[in-house]
């Protein structure tokens, strides 16, 4: 079982069938709140739904294709952060997070982004790191700004969520600024 400690009490963990109870207990309790940026809550009204998610990622995973971990935090389900999309012929990847609204504010997210960073970069050679968020969620933006992500542009009206279009602010980090960043 992969596991990558963040600190004494945050840690990674690829996730599996075994984080499905606590998975969807953490969206049903945070369901207003992640449904405003998130577009497969409604989709997400039993366990059998959030095991239909591990299935798929676990997949993703087995064909080398990217993965998803569950963020731990004192020994909770926090949230969930993974790298959707290896492009080996590219070298790039983009990572995905979110999180429990009681864990907001800790900076769990950012050490964990962080910890995919070293990941993509020192041990898988990518080239280019993307995160993408909806416009309006400065919540989610400030974890590539305070990590030094470039905010690339806008993609307007790129994702259909619920009702309405969202755009995405896409943020992009290469490998040389990496490099700088960590010297």
Known sequence: MFVHK??????LKLVDYNDAEDLFQLVDRNRDYLRAWMPWIDMTQKVEDTKSFIESVMKKYANNDGFDAVIYHKGEVAGTIGLHQLNQSHKFTS??????????????????????????FDTLEFHRVEIRCATENVKSQAIPERLGFTKEGIIRDCEWLYDHYVSHVVYGMLKNEWDEKVQ
Do not use: S
């Open 6 to 11: 963040l600190d004494d009490e945050t840690y």
């Open 95 to 120: 990572i995905g997070y979110w999180i429990g609204e009681e864990f907001q504010g800790k900076g769990i997210v950012t050490r964990a982004v962080n910890a995919l960073l070293e990941y993509v």
